[in-house]
C-alpha cells in the first residue's frame, strides 16, 4: 500500500512546500498533506533508530552468549579440578582405612604374642615391653604423618575454595560492568532518538 500511496503523498507533499516557499496560503488539505508527510518521515527515523537498536541488540546478544561460554568454560573446569581434588582425597581415605586395618591386624597379633609370652616366659616381660613400646612409637609416627597429610589436603581444598570464591567475584564484577555498558548504549541511543 505504501508504494502505491508513497509517490502520491511525495508529490502532493512538493506541491504544499512550493506554497509555502512562495508564500501561499495553505488550504485543509495541505495541511493534511504536510503532517501526512511529517509523520511519514517521523515513521522513517523510528523504523531507522529500531534497526539500529535490533543491530546493537544483537551485537550485545553476541558478546553475552560469547561471555556466558567462556564462564561455563571456567566453571567446567573449576569442578573438574575438584573432582579430581575429591578422588585424591577419596584415595587417601582409602589408604587411611587400610593403614588401620593392618595396624588393627598387628596390634591383634602382637596382643595375642604377649598373652603366650606372658603365660609361658614371665622372665622376659621387660624386654617384651620395650619391644612393644617402640613399635607402638612406630605406630603413633605412622598416624601423626598420617595427620600431617590429612592437613595438607584440607590446606589444598580452602585453595581450592579461595579460588572458586576469587573466580565468582570476578565474573559477578564482568556482569556488572556488562550491565553498566549496556545501559550506557541504550541511554546514547535514547538520546540520540531525540
Known amino acids: 500500500m505504501e508504494s502505491i500511496v508513497g509517490p502520491i503523498v511525495d508529490k502532493a507533499l512538493e506541491t504544499v512546500l512550493k506554497k ?83 595396624i588393627n591386624k598387628r596390634m591383634d597379633s602382637l596382643n595375642a604374642r604377649i598373652n603366650d609370652i606372658d603365660k609361658s616366659l614371665n622372665a622376659k616381660i621387660d624386654d617384651i615391653g620395650k619391644s612393644l613400646s617402640a613399635r607402638i612409637d612406630e605406630v603413633s609416627r605412622r598416624v601423626e604423618d598420617t595427620n600431617r597429610r590429612i592437613d595438607e589436603t584440607n590446606k589444598r581444598i580452602d585453595e581450592v575454595l579461595k579460588l572458586i570464591g576469587g573466580m565468582e567475584e570476578r565474573i559477578n564484577r564482568r556482569i556488572d560492568e556488562t550491565n553498566k555498558r549496556i545501559d550506557t548504549l541504550l541511554e546514547a541511543i535514547a538520546k540520540s532518538g531525540h
Open 20 to 102: 509555502i516557499e512562495d508564500g501561499k496560503k495553505l488550504s485543509i488539505e495541505d495541511l493534511v498533506v504536510l503532517m501526512i508527510g511529517m509523520f511519514r518521515e517521523t515513521n522513517r527515523r523510528i523504523d531507522e533508530a529500531n534497526k539500529r537498536l535490533d543491530a546493537i541488540t544483537d551485537a550485545l546478544n553476541k558478546r553475552i552468549d560469547a561471555l556466558d561460554a567462556k564462564i561455563d568454560v571456567k566453571i567446567n573446569d573449576v569442578y573438574r579440578r575438584i573432582d579430581e581434588t575429591n578422588k585424591r582425597i577419596d584415595v587417601i581415605l582409602r589408604l587411611m582405612g587400610d593403614m588401620e586395618e593392618r
